[in-house]
């Protein structure tokens, strides 16, 4: 089963370019130690919430936008020792310095992929999604989310995917789990679909919300999921 490394990252406008040059320079070793797909991704349309958003989840700052970017793996195996490859490479050091980004205020980690419909065949847009889940209901919401899947799928997407939380770290400043308002005995999805273009996407979300498979029991709690459209920066493989 493949697994993901999932980022949430609040960058300055100013640094987008950058930022693009510094994850892009950084892949072919990436690659090197196990990823097979990165894809970064810049806020298009990302708004406030009420209760829970993308922008409070990584405390962004006026001027910075949002970035939702993720690592796809083989495995859970390759990713940690992905991770352990990154931490002691003295090549990765040439990435060190000044970041067009203020680290402490990312959000990251690992998830199980535990639905994945569709292929990765292209992407001109993206959905993305944190979602808070009862552990207890993790059968529910992987039949769900590939229902949902098929739906998206059949109404202009390409692919959609979910990851359960594998290795979500508590972070000093901001984390997944703050991210949503986790509770006792629930755990953190995150996920995407992707579309051919924004007005692929536009199109299948009005179908999607016409459509009567849609509704029902849903096993999670929708006003804390956190949720924002972006389009692709980097999509390496």
Known sequence: MTYIQGFVVAVPEANKERYKKHASDAFPLF??????RMVESWEDDVRDGKVT???RAVKAEPGEKIVFSWFEFPSAD?????SKKMMEDPRMEQFGGEMPFDGKRMIFGGFEVIADTGSA???GYISGTVIPVPTARKDDYAA???QMGALFCEHGAGRAVDGWAHHVPEGQVTDFQRAVALEDNETVVFGWVEWPSKAASGKGWEKIMQDERMGGDMPFDAGRMIFGSFTPLLYLS
Do not use: I, P, Q, Y
């Open 121 to 123: 065949d292209g992407m």
């Open 53 to 55: 958003d993308l922008r």
């Open 31 to 36: 690659k090197e130690f196990g990823v097979t």
């Open 144 to 146: 769900s989310a590939k």
């Open 78 to 82: 390759v990713a940690e020792s992905a």
